[in-house]
């Protein structure tokens, strides 16, 4: 408790001190306590989700199906997938960055929707227990896509209570989208226009568009599935007048976009690291921002490339094709206005901008092996096969969760108001980097070579590769645990930091770290361009004695 003798209390307190009753966490609407809750619940899922992908990598270590069971592995990897996508990583930065920044960077006392977004919690957290107890019964087999007539017709493990899981949590997105966009139109500081947002909140509008746009379109196929379980309603199962592919147009329709979902907020974060590191402004702003939207609204028109070898038209085919190759176009626009703004940069190459580049990295790579799988012919080849699984890896976990933990890294002084250990840090960026390369790029080779995705037994003369795939987990392990450790330590024996220790533009830099509960003392301005680089540079930024409110933008 604060000392009540203090004049005003407001201003000392901040966001994790000011009510000290666990219901008080349970009943918050303060949207950094609401990104807190959701952050706690996803280090829970993503320990599941990992539980599921080490059983995969052991049982891929050697080439007979000797450590569990067919059925066993493919519950494992439907645990797997199901998990990591849909109660993970879908909410991954939205619900904790986005939760705990947008307000914060706009200038706003919270969200628009205060309760709409505890609300959000709570369901996301009933889904996901829908979606757990389902696994915890026996488990499922159908792979996260749920393809039909699979899991319509044939699938005996917890179908129907796993997507009334999925289900129920879409809520929980459309719920978030909703209260980005409203407080985005609505809440932002005077004087801040379009062009004058952060590209983060740039980032996060156009996942917002996507989350409430795609989201009730998987709502209705999975309700679909379960109608047809159920009830035997033919939707899907040509035995009763179905269309099995009718299906997997409507979850791409859906799951392609939620791929943006993923990687939006992700580009997002990097144009933040990207400036705050190299101290400069932004190059093409307009671009950045602009571009951002163009990947959102070309994401619905692709989902085609999915569907390659389902037999669709070839017309319908190439221009799918087309269009996946089309969203190059606004991601390298990206890629490029970042490596503009990084020449001329002033970096230091501390911990988040180490994540900034290697997500670069990864990100571009990513990419690529997507525009080889947008290539009909090659996607023939390799359709199925660890290729595809190396891919989306190389962007939802290389690139996704890797601007993440750069993201985390870069405002954790904000968010606890402590410096963590700079040298582990680095250690866990570079470790990061390594482990996930050793652990992915051999898939690529697996694929190319013919090893099908979702098989537990396989060709003996691709033991090399799948062992130094597993042989990469261990680092990741490394790379993803590390970090909790130090940054938990950071909460006791952190230094404490200043209200802006990395020198950075933006309005969240301007209040106490941690924030007050209504995030600024008086009500913020905003004046002149997005990122106003070089900021304070003259001042000794790194350690405050207590966080005490000084005048607005000393720069
Ligand atoms: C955010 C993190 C991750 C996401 C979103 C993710 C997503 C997925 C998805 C959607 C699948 C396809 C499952 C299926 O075919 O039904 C998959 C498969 C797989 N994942 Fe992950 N994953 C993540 C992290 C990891 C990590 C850290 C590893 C490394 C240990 C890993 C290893 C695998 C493997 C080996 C498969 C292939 C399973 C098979 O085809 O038999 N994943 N992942
Ligand atoms: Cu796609």
Redesign the pocket.
């Known amino acids: 408790m604060t000392d009540p003798s203090q004049e005003r209390p407001s201003r000392s307190e901040n966001f994790w001190t000011a009510r000290e009753t666990a219901l008080s966490w349970f009943l918050t609407t303060d949207h950094k306590r609401v990104a807190v809750l959701y952050a706690l619940t996803l280090i829970a899922t993503?320990a599941l989700?990992?539980v599921?992908?080490?059983i995969?990598?052991l049982e891929?270590i050697t080439p007979a199906g000797d450590l569990v069971s067919a059925e066993a592995?493919n519950r494992?990897?439907?645990l797997?997938?199901?998990v990591?996508?849909f109660f993970?990583?879908v909410p991954?930065i939205p619900a904790t960055l986005g939760n705990f920044l947008l307000p914060l960077m706009l200038g706003a006392k919270d969200l628009a929707f205060p309760r709409l977004n505890l609300a959000s919690w709570y369901v996301f957290v009933i889904g996901a227990g829908l979606a757990v107890a389902a696994i915890a019964m026996g488990g499922l087999e159908?792979?996260?896509?749920f393809y039909t007539p699979l899991s319509s017709v044939y699938a005996d493990g917890y179908v129907t209570l796993a997507i009334l899981g999925v289900f129920v949590s879409g809520f929980a997105s459309i719920f978030t989208g909703i209260n980005f966009i409203v407080t985005t139109h609505t809440l932002r500081a005077p004087g801040m226009g379009w062009f004058q947002m952060p590209l983060f909140v740039w980032g996060m509008y156009a996942t917002s568009l996507v989350m409430v746009l795609a989201t009730p379109v998987l709502a209705v196929t999975l309700l679909l599935v379960i109608a047809e379980r159920a009830f035997g309603i033919g939707v899907f199962d040509p035995a009763i007048g179905g269309d099995p592919l009718l299906f997997q147009h409507l979850f791409w329709f859906y799951s392609h976009p939620a791929v943006y979902i993923?990687i939006l907020p992700a580009l997002g974060v990097m144009s933040e690291l990207v400036t705050a590191g190299s101290h400069n402004r932004i190059f093409g702003y307009r671009f950045v921002a602009f571009s951002s939207i163009a990947i959102a609204v070309l994401s619905f028109l692709v989902w085609g490339h999915h569907m390659f070898t389902s037999g669709q038209s070839m017309y319908g085919g190439i221009v799918f094709s087309f269009l996946s190759f089309l969203v190059a176009v606004p991601s390298a626009v990206k890629a490029y206005n970042w490596a503009a703004t990084l020449y001329k940069g002033r970096i230091t190459l501390n911990t988040p901008f180490l994540y900034a580049l290697s997500f670069i990295g990864l990100f571009v790579f990513g990419g690529l092996t997507g525009l080889v799988l947008a290539s009909i012919a090659v996607d023939v080849h390799v359709h199925d096969t660890?290729f595809v699984?190396a891919h989306?890896?190389y962007i939802?976990?290389g690139a996704?969760?890797t601007a993440f933990m750069g993201g985390l890294h870069f405002w954790w002084p904000k968010i606890t108001g402590r410096l963590f250990n700079e040298s582990l840090g680095r250690f866990s960026a570079v470790m990061l980097f390594l482990g996930?390369n050793l652990?992915?790029f051999p898939?690529f080779v697996l694929g190319y070579l013919g090893m099908?995705?979702?098989?537990?037994e396989y060709d003996p003369d691709l033991q090399i590769w799948n062992v130094l795939?597993?042989a990469?987990?261990p680092m990741?392990a490394v790379g993803?645990g590390l970090p909790l450790l130090y940054l938990g330590w950071s909460l006791k024996i952190g230094e404490k930091a200043g209200r802006n220790p990395w020198n950075a533009a933006g309005l969240e830099w301007t209040t106490t770290s941690p924030p007050p509960e209504h995030n600024f003392p008086e009500p913020p301005e905003w004046e002149g361009p997005a990122y106003p680089y070089p900021v304070g540079e003259t001042e000794e930024p790194q350690v405050q004695e207590e966080a005490q409110p000084k005048p607005e933008r000393e720069a």
């Open positions: 993503f989700g990992s599921g992908a080490a995969v990598r891929l592995y494992a990897f439907t797997h997938g199901i990591m996508v993970f990583l991954l159908t792979g996260w896509t993923m660890y699984v989306f890896h939802m976990v996704a969760v996930f652990t992915f898939q099908p995705r979702r098989y537990h795939s597993s990469g987990v990741l993803y």
